[in-house]
């Protein structure tokens, strides 16, 4: 008798552990089968973790493994290994790890292969002619039999009567095929050559190479432009020769249908895509082609890393800085710390590549890094073939406003435009906000409207007139009088995208804009159609959020303004200098790609701005060395880590208790402990967004220098948050990428 170790698919604290059943001997199991138990009196699907030749507890105890649901390793040795790691340092269950490695269709059999019923002959090329020679007279099944000699035919193209007749004299055999639904971003043709590298590029590349046997981490920091795809492209392709695999992260696919279309250029059926927006079927049938060797590339986002890919070579985080790759859900993990783990498990090279890297990435490649911790620096300081970085120009709006010009474009970016547009090239405007006004507020008593279920601003939407909550979409009417004083003098004041593109078309009457934020791109497939309308040259002006910042490449593109660099600096967070430079350096990078030469005008308020002047310089250097040095000095992290439990409720007091009780733990809980010294501050107080979507918000906020063991408190702090009274929720979080 066999024992399984199984993990139940049932996401509850209570039963975040292994539990023993018995493998019946007539039935075939493996490690990462996917299979239904008993669990009290009801039946659940699970996973084997494990089988082993003991049960470890009385056998009378032990029930029966049921059936398998699938009879292969859904989720293979290395993935389960993964999850229990996942497991320790994300604080998550076992089974919530787990999950993330199969399509979520899969769990409660919701998707199966779609397979079509085909005829195959059961005869010689010497029986089928005895066959006419003897049934003349039989004309119907003598075709079919001739055309099966071909190759197997779908049945329902088929003629029923005689294929009956053949399959009842044995001749045909109706066997199930699968077929494959195709996304549509792969529906292209694939064929495209190789460009000859430049010398930068085959440097790093060269250096790629030599690391593929016994693998490396390396950072390739290229300006914008310096051609990172291809390089990426080159190193796959020598994976895939070696009888390899490769996994490239995006930070968003809807955002890089350009990238998807490429690889699928260069590799054809072996490029695979995984991510939210396909369907059921087109999803799961992806993830077969991968888990069946057949495709061997994979692009997706974060959860892409999870691939079930076998003897992986290269693994990709292209545009490494961005936020999108730590999960803002359980579990709460870092798609970068996925793909450091498996290269390693699989010896692959690991890819970490960005104009603008994080500055903890980037602290990693200095020297006096531990080895263990240590990523390669690979630079590319030119774009290709010699073009120029575009030339960053700063307006001060501070001197506009004494100049008298109130409205949203310099005098400078407006002639810019206005030449831009009349030389028959194409612009990009970047305003890091959508909507219409920022906030509304009443000029006689200063009240500004705000979301009946949130702490925040209402923001005004013109072209649906009407007041939106962007944190939980509620809408309303604006008011016509203010509700606290009853004045007339209701005003509207910043500025978003609708606001901006509503500007270009008065002062440019032929400009045919596109607008692309959150607004614009709710259904599927709109971000592309979005991003075709502009490549085709159909419009000539892009408006947008920081949707548009990430890696496009438009040739045509030779001016790009922005309309109000500080938007992103005011934000109440320790990362904002590094989240304006990174935009500011990336949508300039969009400018000037091609045999155009580019220009970028970036209007501030803040001109003197480190940040501002150093992304206007588009040096990274320098601002890494600024960034860090500020970091160290106020106790941020990298140097620090931030960890916080988020308590929400309906019931304010509620909410409140609880996180002054788990200070008071916390705080005793630190007193016994010798993570004291480490810890800089802690306390519960009220978090910045102290009301979202009706439920109230306090946190306990922790800080602790980055240096010994950090994992006892936030494990701790975990513990505390699984405690949070009835009606309370608590989550914890490590580092999170937003502190509201
Ligand atoms: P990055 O991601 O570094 O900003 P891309 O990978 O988007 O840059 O490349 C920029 C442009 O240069 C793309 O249009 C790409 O096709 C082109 N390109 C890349 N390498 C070469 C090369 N060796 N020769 C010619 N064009 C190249
Ligand atoms: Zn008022
Ligand atoms: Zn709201």
């Not at 996401?11 to 539990?19: G, H, L």
């Not at 059936?67 to 604080?91: F, G, T």
């Not at 057949?294 to 692009?299: F, G, S, W």
């Not at 009301?691 to 950090?710: E, H, I, N, S």
């Amino acid at each position: 008798m066999r024992y399984a170790e199984i993990i139940v698919d049932l996401s509850a604290e209570a039963v975040d552990r292994v539990f023993t059943y018995s493998v019946p001997d007539e039935m075939a199991a493996d490690v990462g089968w996917q299979v239904a138990v008993p669990f009290g009196n009801r039946t659940l699907e699970g996973f084997i973790i494990a089988l082993k030749d003991e049960p470890g507890i009385p056998s009378d105890k032990v029930k029966p493994v049921l059936n398998a649901v699938r009879d292969y390793p859904v989720i293979l040795p290395e993935l389960i290994s993964l999850a229990k790691w996942m497991h320790e340092r994300y604080l998550c269950n076992l089974v919530d790890a787990l999950r993330l490695m199969i399509p979520s269709q899969m769990r409660g059999d919701r998707v199966h292969e779609r397979t079509v019923r085909m005829a195959h002959l059961r005869m010689t090329e010497a029986e089928v002619e005895a066959f006419i020679a003897g049934n003349a007279r039989a004309k119907a099944q003598c075709a079919l039999v001739k055309a099966l000699l071909k190759g197997d035919l779908e049945c329902p193209a088929l003629p029923k009567a005689p294929l009956k007749a053949l399959v009842d004299k044995g001749l045909v055999e109706i066997v199930r095929e699968e077929v494959r639904r195709t996304p549509a971003s792969l529906r292209v043709a694939a064929d495209s050559a190789d460009p000859e590298l430049m010398p930068d590029q085959r440097r790093a590349l060269d250096t790629l190479l030599g690391a593929m046997d016994a693998g490396g981490r390396f950072l390739l920091h290229g300006v914008t432009g310096s051609g990172k795809t291809e390089v990426y492209i080159r190193v796959i392709r020598e994976a895939l020769a070696r009888g390899r695999s490769a996994i490239v992260l995006v930070p968003e696919i809807a955002l890089t249908p350009q990238m998807v279309s490429w690889f699928h250029a260069r590799f054809g059926g072996d490029a695979a895509v995984l991510h939210s927006g396909l369907s059921a079927g087109e999803r799961y049938d992806e993830w077969r082609r991968i888990r069946t060797g057949e495709a061997r590339v994979v692009i997706g986002a974060r959860s892409a890393v999870f691939a079930p890919l076998e003897d992986i070579g290269v693994i990709v985080v292209d545009e490494e800085h961005e936020s999108t790759y730590q999960s803002d859900r359980r579990p709460r993990y870092d798609a970068r710390e996925v793909a450091w783990r498996r290269a390693e498990a699989h010896k692959a090279v690991l890819i970490l590549g960005s104009a603008t890297p994080s500055l903890s990435t980037y602290m990693r490649a200095m020297p006096g890094v531990r080895p263990e911790n240590r990523l390669h620096l690979l630079e590319m300081r030119g774009r290709v073939r010699g073009r120029p970085l575009p030339p960053v120009e700063l307006v001060d709006m501070r001197v506009e406003f004494q100049r008298g010009n109130q409205t949203i474009f310099s005098a400078k970016l407006r002639e810019a435009l206005a030449r831009t547009l009349s030389e028959g090239r194409q612009a990009i405007l970047f305003l890091n906000r959508r909507g219409y006004a920022t906030f509304v507020s009443c000029r006689a008593c200063g009240k500004v409207v705000k979301c009946s279920q949130c702490d925040v601003s209402m923001t005004y939407h013109r072209d649906t007139d009407r007041l939106v909550c962007h944190y939980c979409g509620r809408e309303m009417a604006p008011p016509k009088t203010c509700p606290e004083c009853g004045s007339r003098y209701i005003k509207y004041f910043g500025a978003g995208t609708q606001k901006v593109e509503e500007e270009v078309r008065r002062l440019f009457p032929d400009a045919r804009t596109v607008r692309m934020d959150v607004d614009t791109t709710q259904g599927k497939d709109a971000h592309e159609a979005l991003l075709a309308r502009f490549r085709s040259g159909e419009c000539n002006v892009l408006i947008g959020t920081q949707m548009i910042a990430k890696g496009h490449d438009f040739p045509h593109v030779t001016l790009v303004g922005v309309i109000a660099a500080d938007m992103t600096l005011n934000l109440p967070d320790y990362r904002a200098s590094e989240r304006t430079f990174q935009l500011i350096t990336q949508v300039a990078g969009r400018a000037g790609r091609a045999d155009e030469p580019g220009r970028v005008i970036v209007q501030t308020y803040d001109p003197d701005h480190y940040s501002i002047q150093l992304s206007a310089k588009q040096d990274y250097r320098a601002f890494y060395g600024m960034e860090s040095a500020y970091r160290r000095k106020a106790l941020y992290p990298p140097f620090t880590v931030i960890a916080r439990i988020v308590y929400s409720s309906r019931d304010p007091m509620a909410c409140r208790n609880a996180a002054e009780q788990a200070e008071q733990e916390l705080n005793g809980f630190l007193d016994t402990h010798d993570q004291r010294p480490d810890v800089i501050q802690m306390r519960a107080l009220e978090a910045p967004i102290k009301l979202l979507r009706g439920l109230t918000r306090w946190q306990v906020f922790l800080k602790m220098y980055f240096k010994g063991d950090t994992e006892t408190v936030t494990k701790e702090m975990q513990a505390l948050a699984e405690r949070a009274p009835e009606g309370v929720r608590a989550e914890l979080e490590v580092n999170p990428t937003n502190l509201f």
